[in-house]
Structure formats: structure tokens, C-alpha cells
């Protein structure tokens, strides 16, 4: 079975356990969400054909990853003006699974959680919870912490780790020097996100825009 949707402005034919790659959509890695604008369906007797879209129809997918496309160059000139322009761009994207294709107005079913195994009388002690959490490796100025959810890629959970390194506002991001880029890297196994989601340039043009 198949479904035409429609997200961002687009088309797109899926069936389930296809991973697709759409403009935006809020939400971080792990999160379900579900698809409303079904324009057809197909695969099982006859096609359905919305009016423009299908009655009680959608489809339920799990956000994988919050990335961005290969950077285009965009270069203008006008002739005998002396004008020119050149410009990049990165396209945000969302990476999405499709888990299901709903009919009949259904709900999509709660992944279930795997079950947790007992440790064994010999295992050793799980570690506490607050071990997990990254040591600090800044000094977090005083005053009002700033929203780094702003910051695309960032969602609630990184922005606790963030802070809890000392990092709370975007003036600190848009400083980093190439040795806390390392820092921070190391610290959150980024492998170079800091660079390739351009955190110090969001963090400058935000900061810019609080004063």
C-alpha cells in the first residue's frame, strides 16, 4: 500500500518503512508525528482520490534527524550596473521513516518501549543518572539564559547539556574559539556539527537581533 502526502509544498510517494527527506518539521530525533494531507491512496483495490484529500486517511512517521541540504551557491549580476551578489544556502530538511499508513480515520499505535532487563545479582551497580551529565567546561555569564532552541538542530535535551557545560546564551556560541569548538565536540560526540550546522553564524544574527 501507498500514499500520495503533501508537506512543505511538495508531493511525496510513500509506502511504509520508506525514509523520506521533507522541508522542516518541528520536532527532534525520536519523535512521532503524523501526516494529515493524504491526497491519494493505492495499492489495495482500487485508488482513492482526495477531494483534495483523503477522508480519515494519514500517515504516521518517526523523525530521524534534523539536517540540512548541500549548500548551493546563488550569484546575481546586472550588466553595465556594476552589480553582483553571491550568496549560500543550506536547505533545513527533516528526515523522516513512514511507520504507517492510517485508513478510516485510525490512530497511529504507540512504538512500545523495550523492556528494561533485570541486572543480575553479579552485574555491577547502574550508574546513577547525574553521572551521565557533562561536567562543566565554561563559565555561564550572569543574567537571563538565553533560548538556544533557536539554534537549528537544537532541541530540549541538547540545550540542557549545553547549559549544564556552562553554555546559556548566544553571544558565548557565536565566540567560540577553534579549541572550544573541540571542547564542545568532544565533550557531545558532535563530530563536527558546530562547523557544519554553522551554530557560530546562528548565533551571532540571534544575538544581533536580542539586543
Known amino acids: ?4 502526502i503533501r508537506t512543505g509544498g511538495k508531493q511525496y510517494k510513500v509506502s511504509q518503512g520508506d525514509v523520506i527527506r521533507v ?3 518541528a520536532g527532534d530525533a525520536g519523535d512521532q508525528i503524523q501526516i494529515d494531507d493524504v ?5 489495495e483495490g ?3 482520490l482526495g477531494t483534495p484529500l483523503v477522508d480519515g486517511a494519514s500517515v504516521a ?5 534534523q539536517t540540512r541540504a548541500a549548500k548551493i551557491t546563488v550569484f546575481k549580476k546586472k550588466r553595465r550596473k556594476n552589480y553582483r551578489r553571491k ?3 543550506r536547505q533545513h530538511l527533516t528526515c523522516l521513516k513512514v511507520t504507517d499508513i492510517l485508513t478510516g480515520g485510525a490512530k497511529p499505535k504507540k512504538a512500545a518501549k523495550p523492556k528494561a532487563e533485570k541486572p543480575k545479582a553479579e552485574a555491577a551497580p547502574k550508574p546513577a543518572k ?4 557533562p561536567a562543566a567546561l565554561f563559565t555561564a555569564p550572569e543574567g537571563p539564559a538565553d533560548d538556544l532552541k533557536k539554534i537549528s538542530g537544537v532541541g530540549p535535551v541538547l540545550e540542557k547539556k549545553l547549559n549544564a557545560l556552562g553554555i546559556t546564551t548566544y553571544a558565548q556560541v557565536a ?3 577553534p579549541e572550544d569548538i573541540a571542547k564542545v565536540d568532544d565533550a557531545l560526540s558532535f563530530k563536527g556539527r558546530i562547523d557544519r550546522d554553522d551554530w557560530l553564524g546562528q548565533a551571532s544574527k540571534l544575538a544581533a537581533e536580542a539586543k
Open 39 to 43: 491526497l491519494m491512496l493505492g495499492g
Open 87 to 89: 550568496k549560500g544556502h
Open 46 to 48: 482500487e485508488p482513492q
Open 1 to 4: 500500500m501507498f500514499a500520495v
Open 130 to 133: 547525574d553521572e551521565a551529565a
Open 175 to 177: 565566540a567560540f574559539s
Open 23 to 25: 522541508e522542516k518539521l
Open 61 to 65: 512517521a518517526e523523525i530521524l534527524e
